[in-house]
């Protein structure tokens, strides 16, 4: 129901081949792969955040940037993005480094999962 609903892409610093990779033996169901190479820069750029609009033919805040980073939610809103944050607690496993685990205020919504953020957005 969830993709039949919405277009679900990846927008990543990693180039396209490396996504197309991820997609194909993790077998993650993306509509489309972008990245940063084809708007000539990497985030937090603005530009990178705009593209997608441009790309798919919609409007920035007919985006929704979701993310586990406070810091890319929070670019991707300066543009005019609709934005989700998605926990991942478990990010960095066992390094001293330590992921979001709560939403910066920019995010217009916070799911636990992405089972959770699909029936946020559906309902």
Known sequence: MFKSKFVIGTLSNGNVGLLL??????GLQWDCVLD???AGSYKPDPKIYLMVGEL???EPQEVMMTAAHNHDLIAAKQTGLSTAFVSRPDEYGVSARKPDLVAAAEADVSATDFVDLA???VV
């Open 56 to 58: 798919l033919g919609i």
């Open 119 to 121: 029936i946020q957005l």
């Open 36 to 38: 940063g190479e084809l």
């Open 21 to 26: 990779n991820m997609a194909k033996y993790g």
